[in-house]
């Protein structure tokens, strides 16, 4: 393996690019978010190979619905598919699901499907996959909001990080947006604080393990200070300051 030895434990990733893949292809874009999938697929084993612990990706945002008809239904298959075809292998390499992202809005059986994958895999440990569907970085804020409202808990950073969608996971180390462009476009926008931020210039369906590994040296290199100076990190390290 050609990469340094300080991995990310978290790493999320933006995958974009599929249409304009499709696109210069002559293909529908469709073509593209399937291409899509298989890459999801390499990317997941590349990340377990290299000690990578969670992986969360971006597969649908709040605001994708705003594209045609067309494209929506076909990413709502999609996923649908996914699920039948992936979880089973998914498993046996030790991968524990979750979907990130409101469940209002998908149909029943894509809710069960949702539910069953993240039941299947439970007891999975070597690497945690959240795979945001249906997901916006300000409906996770307001949602924690909603909760501890409901509840009548004061908000306060810990009560809000509590009771945002990944509570389950540290917050990302890595954030990686593939496709080129240098945007949030509303993913983690509370747990990103601190994360380092990479933008590859690679397609989703092109983004293959030396893209990867681009990404993974780029932030080896990377001096991580929360808010301290570059001296007092070299003195205690940077992994304790995470602590
Ligand atoms: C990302 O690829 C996948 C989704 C948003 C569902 P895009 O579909 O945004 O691809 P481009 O950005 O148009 O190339
Ligand atoms: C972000 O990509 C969402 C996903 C990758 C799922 P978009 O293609 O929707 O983002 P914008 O519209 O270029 O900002
Ligand atoms: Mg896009």
């Avoid at 067309?70 to 046996?92: R, Y």
């Avoid at 499907?113 to 895999?121: D, F, M, S």
Wanted: charged share 20%; glycine share 8%; aromatic share 8%.
């Amino acid at each position: 393996m050609t990469v340094s030895s300080v991995v990310p434990h978290h790493v999320a990733i933006v995958m974009d690019g599929n249409g304009r893949w499709a696109t210069k292809r002559f293909l529908p874009r469709l073509a593209g978010h399937k291409q899509g999938v298989d890459a999801l697929r390499r990317c997941v084993r590349a990340c377990i190979q290299r000690g990578v612990r969670v992986l969360t990706v971006f597969a649908f945002s709040s605001e994708n619905w705003n594209r045609p008809a067309d494209e929506v239904s076909g990413l709502m298959s999609l996923l649908a598919t996914a699920l039948g075809h992936e979880v089973p292998s998914l498993s046996k390499e030790g991968v524990q699901l979750h979907f990130v992202g409101e469940r209002q809005g998908l149909s029943a059986k894509v809710a069960a499907g949702l539910v069953q994958a993240e039941q299947a895999t439970a007891h999975n440990e070597r690497l945690i996959l959240n795979v945001c569907f249906n997901y916006g970085g300000r409906w996770d804020v307001a949602q924690a909001a909603a909760q501890l409202a409901a509840r009548g808990e004061a908000i306060t950073e810990a009560s809000l990080n509590a009771a945002m969608a990944l509570a389950h996971v540290p917050d990302p180390d890595l954030f990686i947006r593939t496709g080129g462009e240098h945007r949030i476009s509303n993913f983690l926008l509370w747990q990103c604080a601190y994360s380092e931020l990479f933008f590859s210039p690679s397609l989703w369906p092109d983004f293959d393990d030396a893209a990867l590994d681009a990404a993974l040296h780029d932030y080896a290199s990377r001096e991580r200070r929360f808010g301290k100076t570059s001296a007092q990190v070299q003195t205690t390290g940077a992994s304790a300051m995470r602590a």
